[in-house]
C-alpha cells in the first residue's frame, strides 16, 4: 500500500505541474511527463515498466529518431490494411485515423496492458476508447448492439452491464473492431466540425489560437467527410492543424454534452485534451503513404 500511495501522490504532482512540451503525460507516462520536466528524475523507476514489444525502454521523450521511425513502420505494418478499409467504409481520411491511433497507442505501455488485460481501466484496445464513448455517441448499428449483448458471458454478468462489458472485451481482442470504432466516432466529429465551421459555431480559442495551435483550419478540412465520395474523403491529405484539433477532441470526448471545439478558454479548462492535440502535431505526414494522392 505505501509504494502504490507513493505512486498516486507523484502522478498526481505531475498532473498538475506538467508543462505542454513534456511529451505524452497520459496514464503512466503522466509520470514521464514528471520525468521530462525534472531533466530525468525517475525516483520509482517507473520507466522500466514502460516497456512494450517494439519500444525502448525509456520514454519516449527520449526515444532515438531511429526508434520513432522503426516504431512508425512496425505500426503502418500491424494496421494499415485496417485503416484503410475502415477509412473507406465511413468516408474519414485513413491518415487522420493513422495519426489519432497512433496518437493514442505512443504512450502505451506494458504498465497499462497488465491492467487492460485484467479488465481494470477505462479506455481500451488500439483506439483507447471507452464503452461509454461508444454507447453515448451511438455509433453501433442495432444489429451489432444485439449481437454483442447475446455473446457468452460469465453467468454472474449482470444484463445492464452486458453492454458494456462485451464492448471492452471486443475492444481490447479485436484490433479492426477498435479502428472501425475509431474511424466511427472521427467520423461523427468530422460532421459536427463542418456544421459547426459552417454556421460561426466554433469558439476562437479552438479555431484560431495561435498561442496553442497550428492556424487555424479551413472549413473544407473541417468538411474533409464526403458520404458521397469516399475514395476521395479516405485519401484527403490532412493538414497538421486538422490532426491536433482532432487529436484533443478524441481524448475529450464528449462528457459534459459539449463538444470540446465549443469551449472558449480552452488553456484552463481542458488542459489534458489541449496536451494530447499539441503532442498529435509531429504525425503529420508520418501517414501520407497510406494515401493516393488526388492530382
Known amino acids: 500500500a505505501p509504494i502504490l500511495t507513493r505512486i498516486a501522490f507523484i502522478i498526481l504532482i505531475a498532473s498538475a505541474a506538467t508543462p505542454a512540451h513534456a511529451g505524452y503525460p497520459d496514464g503512466l507516462n503522466t509520470y514521464a511527463g514528471y520525468h521530462v520536466m525534472y531533466g530525468g528524475v525517475d525516483p520509482l523507476g517507473l520507466s522500466k515498466l514502460n516497456r512494450h514489444p517494439g519500444k525502448p525502454a525509456v520514454f519516449w521523450d527520449e526515444w ?3 526508434d520513432r521511425n522503426k516504431w512508425y513502420e ?3 505494418k500491424r494496421y494499415s490494411a485496417m485503416i484503410k478499409q475502415s477509412a473507406k467504409t465511413n468516408c474519414v481520411p485513413a491518415e487522420l485515423i493513422a495519426a489519432i491511433l497512433a ?3 505512443i504512450d502505451y505501455s506494458g504498465f497499462e496492458e497488465f491492467f487492460e488485460n485484467r479488465n481494470i481501466g477505462g479506455s481500451f484496445g488500439l483506439g483507447q476508447i471507452t464503452p461509454g464513448t461508444i454507447i453515448r455517441e451511438g455509433v453501433l448499428t442495432d444489429e451489432e448492439i444485439s449481437r454483442i449483448n447475446n455473446s457468452r458471458f460469465n453467468p454472474n454478468t449482470p444484463p445492464s452491464t452486458r453492454l458494456t462489458t462485451g464492448l471492452r472485451n471486443r475492444l481490447v481482442d479485436d484490433h479492426q473492431f477498435s479502428v472501425e470504432m475509431a474511424a466511427r466516432l472521427i467520423g461523427k466529429y468530422l460532421e459536427e466540425m463542418c456544421k459547426a465551421a459552417k454556421e460561426g459555431g466554433m469558439s476562437d480559442s479552438f479555431n484560431s489560437d495561435k498561442d496553442m495551435w ?11 467527410k464526403t458520404n458521397n465520395k469516399c475514395e ?7 493538414p497538421p492543424c486538422l490532426i491536433e484539433r482532432m487529436a484533443a477532441q478524441y481524448n475529450f470526448g464528449r462528457p459534459s454534452g459539449k463538444y ?8 484552463k479548462r481542458t488542459p489534458q485534451s489541449l496536451l494530447h492535440g499539441r503532442n498529435a ?4 505526414g508520418i501517414f501520407e503513404d497510406l494515401i493516393t494522392k488526388q492530382h
Open 103 to 105: 496518437n493514442e497507442m
Open 64 to 66: 532515438t529518431q531511429a
Open 260 to 267: 470540446l471545439w465549443q469551449y472558449d478558454q480552452l488553456g
Open 281 to 284: 502535431q509531429h504525425l503529420d
Open 74 to 76: 512496425d505500426f503502418k
Open 214 to 224: 497550428w492556424g487555424g483550419c479551413d472549413v473544407k478540412d473541417y468538411c474533409c
Open 232 to 238: 476521395v474523403a479516405a485519401n484527403y491529405d490532412v
